[in-house]
């Protein structure tokens, strides 16, 4: 009979624990869904619209935080040789639009497809406040080094 007991309380032991597990997870889920809040974009909106006034610049993506934004420029045939002058001319542009943040403007491919990213886990609500600090501080470095 003790052998029976035993299995009996080892099978409970495991079922309780298990439960533990899956209820545990699920706080988890909503406590990332409940960090990620509407960030508001209307700097790196009004942004893209002045970026996109230059003839030179087919597309502008932009994030920002706070007055802080970040631009990618989409820039093609032959005005590609005069990525420099397009990139002074957008940054003049958007820092007399912004005079109070910083702003930061590249035309490389890898920043166009992280900002595009950040810009998506914004719509979706998927990235909290924290997150997109960290984010940016990464295509900061990138923008500074010239990636």
């Known amino acids: 009979m ?3 007991r035993m299995i009996t309380l080892a099978i409970i032991l495991l ?4 439960g533990c597990e899956q209820a545990g997870q699920k706080d988890f889920e909503s406590q990332s869904v409940d960090n990620a809040e509407k960030i508001s974009q209307t700097v790196a909106k009004e942004a ?3 970026a996109e006034e ?4 087919e597309e502008a993506t932009a994030v920002s935080q706070d007055k802080d934004v970040y631009v990618h420029l989409k820039v093609s045939g032959f005005d590609r040789l005069f990525l420099k002058d397009v990139r002074k001319k957008a940054k003049d542009k958007l820092e007399r639009a912004n005079p109070d943040g910083k702003v930061e403007v590249s035309t490389d491919k890898k920043l166009e497809l992280e900002l595009t990213e950040l810009k998506h886990k914004l719509s979706d609500q998927k990235i909290s406040k924290k997150q997109l600090k960290d984010d940016l ?3 900061d470095d990138d923008m500074k080094a010239g990636v």
């Open 137 to 139: 501080k990464k295509v």
């Open 2 to 4: 003790t052998i029976n």
């Open 48 to 50: 893209e619209k002045i």
């Open 54 to 57: 230059l003839e030179q610049v």
């Open 15 to 18: 079922i309780s624990v298990s």
